[in-house]
């Protein structure tokens, strides 16, 4: 009777999940509703890839026949989201108006959120459910619509390491004059809970959508950590899981399974730090797990990179014992084979195969030295010697013009500082050489976004390698920051205070030093200074006159930017930024990564022709470079005075 008894509550509890599946399955159908719309289009609008790794110049140019019109269809997808006083990103998924963001983003269900369009208009929605620990969340437009939208990947698409992908969303926030940069990578490692990318974002990209070259939103923009590389996003699968939940304004926690390296990553970031651990089991295993593989648990530690390492293999599952005897976690299969970073977006294999259209461009480029060490690149202009580079890395050396070119051929020649242009940051410089390689400008048409560009090297391997994020425009100007304090009240501009890491703190400026001209000018009070002082950009360098007891002074001070000293974070921003890197009349930005000392080069299309010169690495996701047409005028005027002055 027993048995019996336990027969039937069985047949019964089998009968109530295949229930509840259908009555998943009904709810669902929402979800898959808006995923057919427009499907169609996209896929007879947009060829596919045949090939998963370029293997010629050709190949690049087919993935860039995609990214030009899917561009656009991302762009428009994707909303500027703001709540109270914090700027982030989202993605409008269906005509309705239901619109994917990020949990950090969104805050608690039933908030009042407006979401600014990719054409200008505001609109006002409200905020709905949340996936907290994978940080998925919901928003739904209060009108009705038709909204432009993506559609969301479907449970028959299969996201897997090196699938192309692309990156739209605001950086910084919703910008009138900017569209949503676009940038293009690759994934590097996928799970049912995170997916990683090396499509650079960065604060403000929160909430925005990760996109395959279908046209499918595959994630949403989560957080970041240290290179370029490391980007995080929130997986489609999460919200399909839970779309019932999130429409109802519904909190769900999913937690990773029993994934090994998963278990030990508490904070959900992609790595792992003993920081993060409490005291217990699984603080002890991993200990263990240190010391069984020889690697620091004091550092933080990148899942990939340890499993990598450690040489995790379903064929051969290692375990750890982790909470009682007999209880093992095994590795899950979503992350095994993460791409090869010889294979990242501007890994080696990319940028060999690169090589090919920037052969002649590499003899135009030079590297720029100063006292032997590089401080910028160069191009050259003309066959006479006429190199131009970027001014602010030389403003040290300005009064020495100890300054040298180092050509394609290893040759090096001592160059004389021309002129400099400070509104475009271009420094004229003039070899004593004749008969160079010089540079071939574009000149039929504009670099348009999704085109491929290459920054050269003096070598043949270029530096880098991306496309073109946002059309040419004008980068508006922040005034510098010198980082010195003092009182109003006081009848001259003694400095009290200096901001520490500040460009007067990396002077020889001092507390009780009277600041008395500033390039010339006559400084009476500290309301005077500060006046003075915002003449001028982040990168430039002024001179100040400075009475020290009873002694004057010349001293020099790079200005910075006021976020400088309290939140520019080297490897947060995957590298230095430019010290000067915004105030210029017009540029393009595209999604290379560089050094500051790698601007002023060429910047060349797949045909091998220069679209512009590499000015300012000017945030995480993205470089800034002055049009061929800018260049061109300017030298043309630069050449003509010095014709005429000789």
């Known amino acids: 009777m027993i048995n019996c008894f336990r027969y039937m509550r069985r047949v019964l509890l089998w009968f109530a999940v295949l229930f509840a599946v259908a ?60 709540l109270g006083d914090a700027y982030a990103s989202g993605v409008i998924v269906s005509a309705s108006g239901y619109v994917l963001t990020a949990a950090h983003v969104s805050g608690s269900p039933g908030r009042t959120v407006q979401l600014t369009l990719s054409d200008g208009r505001k609109v006002r929605g409200k905020t709905l459910g949340q996936n907290t620990d994978v940080d998925g969340a919901l928003i739904k437009i209060d009108s009705p619509g038709p909204w432009p939208f993506l559609p969301v990947a479907g449970p028959k698409t299969t996201t897997k390491p090196g699938d192309w992908c692309l990156a739209t969303g605001h950086p910084g926030g919703y910008d009138q004059k900017r ?16 997916l990683r990318s090396d499509c650079p974002i960065e604060p403000g990209d929160s ?76 603080r002890d295993a991993y200990l263990r797990l240190a010391k069984t593989y020889d690697f620091d648990a004091e550092q933080p530690q990148e899942i990939s990179d340890l499993r990598s390492r450690i040489g995790l293999d379903l064929s051969k599952r290692r375990n750890v014992q982790l909470e009682r005897p007999g209880q093992m976690l095994f590795d899950s299969p979503g992350e095994l084979d993460a791409l090869s970073k010889h294979h990242y977006t501007r890994g080696l294999a990319a940028l060999n195969v690169l090589r090919n259209a920037t052969e002649e461009a590499s003899r135009w480029t030079v590297d720029v030295l100063v006292d032997g060490e590089q401080v910028a690149t160069g191009t050259i202009l003309d066959s006479d010697g006429w190199v131009v580079t970027k001014a602010s890395e030389l403003e040290a050396v300005v009064d020495r013009q100890w300054i040298t070119c180092h050509l394609f051929d290893s040759e090096r020649y ?17 070899i004593d050489a004749t008969d160079l390689s010089a540079v071939q400008w574009k000149t039929d048409g504009a670099a348009a976004v999704g085109q491929w560009v ?11 390698a991306g496309v073109i994020s946002v059309p040419a425009r004008e980068i ?39 600041i ?12 005077a200074l500060t006046t003075e002082v915002r003449r001028f950009v982040g990168g430039d360098v002024i001179k100040l006159r400075v009475r020290r007891d ?11 930017h006021r976020s400088d000293p309290k939140s520019q974070d080297d490897a947060a921003m995957a590298g230095r930024l430019s010290e000067r890197r915004d105030g210029f009349p017009f540029a393009v930005t595209h999604d290379s990564v560089l050094l500051p000392e790698e601007c002023g080069g060429p910047l060349i299309d797949l045909d091998g022709k220069a679209v512009g010169i590499n000015i300012a690495r000017s945030q995480r996701t993205g470089t800034l470079a002055l049009t061929s047409e800018t260049v061109e005028r300017l030298f043309r005027t630069i050449k003509q005075r010095f014709a005429t002055a000789e």
């Open 454 to 464: 290459i920054s050269t090297s003096r070598g043949r391997t270029p530096l880098s």
């Open 414 to 430: 001592r160059a004389k500082l021309v002129q400099v242009d400070r509104q475009y940051d271009l420094a004229w410089l003039k």
């Open 179 to 194: 569209s949503a940069p676009l940038r293009l990578g690759r994934v590097i490692s996928v799970n049912g809970y995170r």
């Open 516 to 527: 008395l001209a500033v390039n010339g000018v006559n400084i009476s009070s500290f309301a």
């Open 23 to 82: 009555a998943n399955s009904s709810r669902g159908q929402d979800l898959l509703a808006f995923e057919s719309q427009e499907v169609s289009d996209l896929e007879t609008d947009l060829p596919t890839i045949e090939k998963a790794f370029p293997t010629q110049i050709d190949d690049f140019r087919e993935l860039e026949s995609i990214l030009q019109p899917l561009a656009a269809k991302a762009i428009a997808a994707t909303v500027g989201v703001r």
């Open 476 to 514: 508006r100007s922040t005034p510098g920051f010198m980082g010195v304090g003092g009182s109003p009240t006081r009848p001259d501009a003694y400095v009290e205070s200096i901001v520490k890491g500040s460009g007067a703190d990396r002077s020889v400026l001092r507390v009780g030093d009277v």
């Open 207 to 282: 909430g925005g959508p990760l996109v395959d070259l279908r046209g499918y939103v595959i994630g949403v923009h989560s957080r970041i950590y240290n290179d370029a590389t490391g980007n995080l996003h929130v997986p489609i699968v999460t919200y399909r899981r839970t779309w019932e939940r999130l429409k109802d304004s519904q909190v769900s926690v999913l937690g990773p399974a029993s994934s090994f390296l998963a278990q030990f990553d508490f904070d959900q970031d992609g790595r792992l730090t003993l920081t993060e651990l409490p005291d217990g089991p699984r």
């Open 550 to 560: 009873a002694r004057e002074m010349t001293v020099a001070v790079r200005l910075g």
